[in-house]
Antibody, heavy 118, light 113 residues
């Protein structure tokens, strides 16, 4: 059973970068049949998939078009984890951020409430 | 983007009675490689992340009680709780994983009548 442990700050100032990390246990970030996702949830947007990274002989990432240009999801094989960076945040990016594994989100992190405010 | 539309928004059902939640996708989510629909159902309780109940529209996740079942195909899908228990009070979401961006329905809140 995959377990995901999220870490990162709960408060980010407007125009700064939101950075979260998701540590994996029970699987390898480089697994050839896995996918590693970031999802957020807010009252205004509901559940919103942000993007994913996965390894199939080389690394690939897919992103929600609405965030393209601001978002990067990367893997760190030495630490068996993956990360989210979201640049130029605004209060509209305030949400609970989750990491989740798999193609249909079989396992989830506990969530991190990120508030964008000065 | 594939839009997922759930109905109803909320539902109150007596203990032991059936609860039915509908989900409609704006286009087919049939994955041709295995002829299965790329549709999942999730349960979310307050303060917790969503938990997958059903995937490939009809396959129950390991450990999920058999009172939960998924049905449907193409663009119309249903989650049924055959005999509602107190612990089933939650918000339920459908989600398609057929194409990017992966999208969720707006959720259906299930309560006890």
């Amino acid at each position: 059973q995959v377990q995901l442990q999220q870490s990162g700050p709960g408060l980010v100032e407007p125009s700064q970068t939101l950075s979260l990390t998701c540590a994996i246990s029970g699987d390898s970030v480089s697994s050839n049949n896995a996918a590693w996702n970031w999802i957020r949830q807010s009252p205004s947007r509901g559940l919103e998939w942000l993007g994913r990274t996965y390894y199939r002989s080389e690394w690939s990432s897919d992103y929600a078009m609405s965030l393209r240009g601001r978002i990067t999801i990367k893997s760190d094989t030495s630490k068996n984890q993956f990360s989210l960076q979201l640049n130029s945040v605004t209060p509209d990016d305030t949400a609970v951020y989750y990491c989740a594994s798999g193609w249909y989100f079989e396992s989830w992190g506990r969530g991190t409430l990120v508030t964008v405010s000065s | 983007d594939i839009v997922m539309t759930q109905s109803p928004d909320s539902l109150a059902v007596s203990l032991g009675e059936r609860a039915t939640i509908n989900c409609k996708s704006s286009q087919s989510v049939l994955y041709n490689s295995n002829n299965r629909d790329s549709l999942a159902w999730f349960q979310q309780k307050p303060g917790q992340p969503p938990k997958v109940l059903i995937y490939w529209a009809t396959t129950r996740e390991s450990g999920v009680p058999d009172r939960f079942s998924g049905s449907g195909s193409g663009t119309d899908f249903t989650l049924t709780i055959s005999s509602l228990q107190a612990e089933d009070v939650a918000v339920y979401f459908c989600q398609q994983y057929y194409s990017i961006p992966l999208t969720f329905g707006g959720g259906t809140k299930v309560e006890i009548k």
